[in-house]
Nanobody, 126 residues
């Protein structure tokens, strides 16, 4: 299984960006869910958002600004980032976990994820 994150770049404060995470190597019968994480310079990696078959979770810091979505036919998960600010500057990673929905108290726990992508850098600056 491989995860390919893309879509990062330089964006001005208040702008928008859409990240993509393409998962390859899963079979058509595999069930998996995806989380987005980010790591800012000098900080620990943190959970940003999560999408399961029937659940979506967001970190408080991005709620109302970011939207996670999934195109199962393309094995792709998107993270639409709106109204970005300099605090959103980070390397963004997607991660996959085999199995069904995670619960609200678990999706941020990085040890529960089985596969990780390489990360894509988002820089918010004027």
């Amino acid at each position: 299984v491989q995860l390919q994150a893309s879509g990062g770049g330089l964006v001005q404060p208040g702008g928008s960006l859409r990240l993509s995470c393409v998962a390859s190597g899963f079979t058509s019968s595999d069930v998996y869910t995806i989380g987005w994480f980010r790591q800012a310079p000098g900080k620990e990696r943190e959970g940003v958002s999560y999408i399961g078959d029937s659940r979506r979770f967001y970190a408080d810091s991005v709620k109302g600004r970011f939207t996670i979505s999934r195109d199962k036919a393309k094995n792709t998960v998107y993270l639409q980032m709106n109204s970005v600010n300099p605090d959103d500057t980070a390397v963004y990673y997607c991660a996959a976990r085999r199995g069904n929905n995670m619960i609200a108290s678990s999706w941020r726990q990085q040890q529960y994820y089985d596969f990780w992508g390489q990360g894509t850098l988002v820089t918010v600056s004027s």
